[in-house]
């Protein structure tokens, strides 16, 4: 199993988000803290995932004493049983880096000649978007994804040229 | 208001990271933070910490030569450790100097992290509807982390 230890949005517009792209634990100039961010940014490594779910509740534990809080969240591929909260599936390289933090909102002022059919993915995934921001059902995330990968294959580096996958998230008790 | 305090810690982790000291003064810096403690920012918890932290780093300050160079914390020893550091850059979307990025990159090979850019990263995407990073990037690491870089900017 894999888990990942998050916090805050990144995208502070769209602080509803519990997808994969958000803040980790952060280094804080505290002595009880410090054994545990040391742990945490270690094991988490290049990627950022962690599987010692015993530490990393103690991590949660200890940062929430301090008022930053975060939580532990499940990553799964594929949709499991499980007793733990569902989120949502978020679209998202395997670094974390999601295309629905934002809740599909522009930033980009560039006008080009895919603005339209950007116009339309907004439009139309927005509404199938969670209170998470998230995906709540296969088959919307699938034609997202599909419409992801055509708009990659026909205007190479219009979006970034990561691999993004579907990522099922619950929250871990 | 802990989400202030944890703004204010990446707030003073970056102005550390990136020397603007070095642009503003000591003084500047110093006027900066105590602006920002008058805003009573974060919790109590959070406003001791960037208390430390902020005492910590103006320590360091002290210790070292003013640069344009990016000042590598003494406890980044590791490939995690300098991933997680990273991502203060992602956050705030402010480009740092070509030397800073060449710094940045060259610890990365030292830390045996990779450094990609293609050259649509470089440009910046010009996607909508969420999809973009639209301001010239490198990635790092294989979390692909966003390091904002300036215009025109080639991986040495």
């Known amino acids: 199993m894999k888990f990942r230890i998050l916090g805050d949005s990144i995208i502070t517009s769209n602080s509803a988000y519990k997808g994969l792209y958000r803040e980790e634990p952060i280094y804080i100039e505290d002595d009880e803290l410090y054994p545990f961010w040391d742990w945490y940014a270690t094991e988490a490594g290049d990627g950022g995932y962690i599987s010692d779910i015993e530490k990393a509740k103690k991590l949660v534990e200890m940062y929430a004493k301090k008022g930053i809080y975060y939580e532990i969240i499940r990553i799964e591929e594929q949709e499991i049983s499980t007793k733990n909260c569902f989120l949502g599936i978020d679209i998202c390289t395997k670094g974390g880096y999601s295309l629905l933090a934002s809740r599909l909102e522009n930033s980009n002022t560039t006008k080009t000649e895919m603005d339209g059919i950007f116009e339309l993915i907004k439009v139309y995934f927005q509404a199938k978007l969670n209170e998470h921001s998230l995906f709540a059902k296969n088959e919307d995330a699938d034609l997202f994804l599909k419409v992801i990968n055509e708009i990659q294959q026909l205007r190479p580096g219009i979006i970034e040229e990561d691999i993004f996958k579907k990522y099922y998230l619950y929250k871990q008790e | ?156």
């Open chain 2, 1 to 156: 208001m802990q989400l202030w305090g944890i703004y204010f810690c990446n707030f003073v982790h970056f102005y550390y990271a990136t020397n603007t000291i070095g642009k503003k003064g000591i003084k500047g810096f110093a006027s900066d933070i105590k602006n920002a403690i008058n805003l009573k920012i974060g919790v109590k918890g959070a406003d001791k910490t960037t208390t430390q932290r902020l005492k910590t780093n103006l320590q360091l300050f002290a210790e070292k030569e003013t640069s344009s160079t990016l000042n590598l914390p003494p406890y980044i020893d590791n490939a995690g450790k300098f991933v997680n550091w990273t991502k203060q850059f992602e956050k705030v979307k402010v480009p740092l100097t070509t030397e800073q990025v060449d710094e940045l990159v060259a610890l990365a090979k030292k830390f045996g992290v990779k450094v990609e850019a293609s050259a649509s990263d470089l440009a910046g995407h010009t996607g909508k509807a969420g999809t973009n990073w639209g301001i010239p990037h490198i990635h790092i690491g294989e979390a692909r982390v966003h390091i904002p870089v300036p215009k025109g900017y080639q991986l040495p």
